[in-house]
């Protein structure tokens, strides 16, 4: 074994050794002691007394071949048994009849039944159970707080009185229950509400935010009150006097393509024909031509955008496709037209700052100047690896031996040619002299490569615009390449934002970012503080959710603006979902339990 696994040979003892029960004595063979043994060639070898009684106990024949730490070490060596046979043959001989098995006798384990959570119980919540009891929803399992003081549980109790009585009233709001039960609901949230601060003070006291740490709910109970931490007083929030929730009915039909276009986008996030066929009850070939210059076909999709999505970006390249589908469609030649119509302005050579080794230059252009710069007509070559970022030059001997390249352009230490691939690959040449192998820098040297770099930069700025047929070439190149987009202007004024609470109303520049994230694949809210950024991120996310282009939408937030930032959520969407991790949900002992409660819960955020 220890040769296949290890690619060695070693003699290995095997010793079985037996724990003395309490109250028996030693006894058996002796085997503490070392002797002397006399092998097969008469050599005393000292080995354990133990193997010296009973030789037939060691499975090969003794030997001083060891060679682990020397090559004078005792080792057994095969005497033509097998190996295998041997060893059984060993173990049938040793004592029989000496382990017995220890009976423990151990008191019968008393097992607690336990009580399954019921489905409407979120993790980690609290509810009281049918027989009275506070309990805790543990992993679906109703664990009893019967520990907790009497005190906290009646707090926990009179909050969990509370929470219901919220959700009831928001449920009626949401699934279009009558005017008169959504006044019931919210009688009964006031009582409980009342019944609670009357005894235990406001929900926002820390001994009462303590007392309830962890539920889920915590933060949709914070936000029934706005509370002043310096007067140390609470108002009730809007939905103790007023409904805060509107039942949206889906829009069933629409008069006009225009209003058509706007449910499509608000309930979809895009331009659906099909939606807006069956809203209008008409072909599309009807209501299209209502909706020209509002919405256009993009032949690289076949999909229909509307006129700020697809009159934006890079423009020079929807112009070239619309040019190449209207040939064969006439339908596109709106979309040329448009295009036309948006294209950024050409930038002259001026305005365009062109330096040596700009990744967009072609070689060829770069192999020119070389050439032109050393005065010969050919033997350079200058590639570019457009992948690595990366620049290198070859020239034959003729190039390198050129005064231009050793003295007109270069130096002693560094020619005309290396600086340039200097200059291409934006370093800056120092020269090292080695004294005691040690690379140190030559001042002099240094300063003068540095100032014919300087010099050949200067040259290139001169030349690269100096012939007509380059510059107009470089032009186009440079806007078709880098000028050929246009800025999107975003607007959200037709999202309504179902299931937000109408007691907030977001400002044009929030809804606007709640469109733009809606649309695009990643958005900075560079907004100062103040402006509503908190708003924005959750209506997007809650829209994201809603037209299904998100599961489970994740905010990171700092840790001390955890709480404040559930609390914010809950005010705009009374009836979300959330899942607030703080910083103990992520050390290692909760880490797996938390991700487990984000896979199995069906999460807002």
Known sequence: AFKKNAGTEVTTDIVMLRKLPPGETRRGPAWEKIQDFTNHDYLKIPINEYFVERPHLMLGNLQVTGKMYGGVEPTLTGDGRVLEDALAVAISELPKGIYHAQRIDSPALITKPTIPAPDFVKPNAYCVHEDG?????????????????????????RLIDVRDAVRDCLRTQLDGSGEEQVIETRQKLNAAYDRF????????????????????????LLSLEHYDEENRRAVK?????????????????????????????????RVDLDHM??????????????????????????????????????????????????????????????????????????????????????????????????GVPSGVEVGHIHALGSWHITADWEARGATANTTDWGTERYTALELIEETLNLKTPTVYDYVDKKPVINAQDTEAAREKQERIKER?????????????????????TFNHSRVRTFTGEHLTLPGASADVRLHAHQKAGVWRILQTPNTLLGHVVGAGKTYTMVAAAMELKRLGLAQKPLFAVPNHMLGQFSTELLMLYPCSNILGAGKKDFESQNRKKLFSRIATGNWDA
Request: hydrophobic letters at 40%.
């Open 460 to 480: 290139f700025k001169e030349w690269i615009w100096s012939d007509d047929q380059r510059r107009e070439r470089l032009v186009r190149l440079y806007n078709d």
């Open 133 to 157: 009891r506070l309990c805790l929803n543990e992993d679906g399992v109703l664990n009893p707080l019967d520990d907790l003081p009497v005190e906290t549980r009646s707090r926990i109790r």
């Open 277 to 374: 066929i069956t809203l209008l009850a008409r072909p599309a070939a009807d209501f299209l031509p209502d909706l020209k210059g509002m919405i256009f076909l993009n032949p690289a999709g076949n999909q229909w955008e509307t006129e700020d999505q697809y009159l934006s970006g890079n423009v020079r390249e929807k112009l070239a496709a619309a040019e190449a589908a209207s040939v064969h469609d006439s339908r596109f030649r709106e979309n040329v037209e448009a295009l036309k119509s948006v294209q950024p302005a050409d930038l002259p050579a001026p305005e365009i700052d062109v330096r040596l080794g700009a990744a967009w230059l072609p070689p060829a252009d770069v192999q020119d100047f070389v050439h032109g710069l050393l």
């Open 197 to 220: 601060v009357g005894r235990f003070g406001y929900i926002s006291v820390p001994v009462n935010q303590r007392a309830f740490h962890g539920d889920p709910d915590l933060p949709l």
């Open 237 to 269: 929030a809007a939905i103790f006097r007023e409904r805060t929730i509107h039942h949206k009915q889906p829009v069933q039909s629409v008069g006009s393509p225009q209003e058509a276009l706007l449910v499509s986008l608000n309930e979809k996030g």
